[in-house]
């Protein structure tokens, strides 16, 4: 592997140029809008502003998971936000989310609309809301949103350091490569020696824990995420954590949050957007009328 030329970075950085790579286009050290565009609202209580990425997948499976139990009030709709094309800058989303990340969420429910960002966030509000999925008994409270706040502070190494060095950058940098990679799968074992000795993340329960780690984790160790990242970094050691994930697939939540604001993979798992229920039939129904 080819180093790059040694860079010695200036007294001042400004920003003079594009930084390459996919996601180029949609980089800048600036907040705010760049441009006036109102976001649409359904008739649910719940309104989601959102991508499936794994931050997105996280609360559109938390959301399938409440509608399951049978918690009416968490019917959403599930708008698309093409963080690509840069919609995420628009006037009204920025108004949701002043951080321009997906997924933010307007809960429209009371006489005052009640705007969350941040999935952690998302999660915490939901389960506090809905009284499912965070434990309330002290300990095992703390060790829930313990788990959800290792999530939220390691994904950053995961996909923005691992995964864009691996993957996206315009120039593969051995160096960066090696840093993050040995730092996820340090990650990974922390998972796997938790899960040896736990059915879930958090001890016995399935719990908002789960549900913001496997989109990440457990996509990596089933191969869904960065090209063949999983052969690269030997994700077939961490059984606990192939368990665990294997564990999680089936669910019928699971299932459904995974499909919804898709725009890539297997066009039969795509629903761009989400506002019934029954939006999942007519999307099976199309798949067996249309086998591939």
Not at 116 to 129: D, H, N
Not at 257 to 282: I, K
Request: hydrophobic fraction near 40%; proline fraction near 7%.
């Amino acid at each position: 592997m080819t180093e790059p030329t040694a860079y010695t970075p200036p007294k001042v950085w400004t920003w003079d140029k594009e930084s390459g790579g996919r996601f180029a286009s949609i980089n800048r050290p600036i907040a705010g809008s760049t441009h006036e565009k109102e976001l649409p609202v359904g008739r649910h209580p719940l309104q989601l502003y959102s991508l499936a990425t794994p931050n997105g997948q996280k609360v559109t499976i938390m959301l399938e998971e409440l509608l399951a139990l049978g918690h009416k009030g968490a019917e959403y709709d599930a708008w698309l936000i093409k963080i690509g094309d840069g919609e995420q800058f628009g006037s009204g989303f920025v108004g949701v989310n002043p951080n321009s990340k997906i997924p933010a969420l307007m809960d429209r429910s009371g006489a005052k609309p009640i705007r969350v960002f941040e999935s952690g966030a998302i999660l915490t509000y939901l389960a506090e809301k809905f009284g499912a999925f965070l434990p309330t008994e002290p300990a095992a409270r703390a060790e829930c949103l313990s788990w959800l706040f290792w999530q939220m502070g390691s994904a950053p190494y995961l996909g923005g350091g691992f995964g864009h060095f691996y993957q996206y950058a315009p120039t593969k940098i051995e160096y960066a490569i090696d840093r993050f990679a040995m730092e996820v799968k340090r990650q990974l074992d922390v998972l796997n020696r938790q899960l040896a000795t736990n059915e879930y993340i958090a001890g016995g329960s399935y719990t908002i824990a789960d549900i913001a780690i496997f989109p990440w984790y457990g996509g990596l160790v089933k191969g869904w995420q960065y090209g063949d990242s999983a052969t690269f970094l030997s994700a077939n050691e961490y059984k606990h954590v192939l368990r665990w994930a294997a564990q999680l697939l089936p669910r019928p939540a699971v299932k459904r949050g995974r499909m919804v604001n898709r725009v890539s993979g297997e066009p039969a798992m795509q629903l761009h957007e989400r506002h019934e229920a029954s939006d999942f039939e007519t999307k099976t129904q199309d798949k067996m009328a249309n086998p591939a």
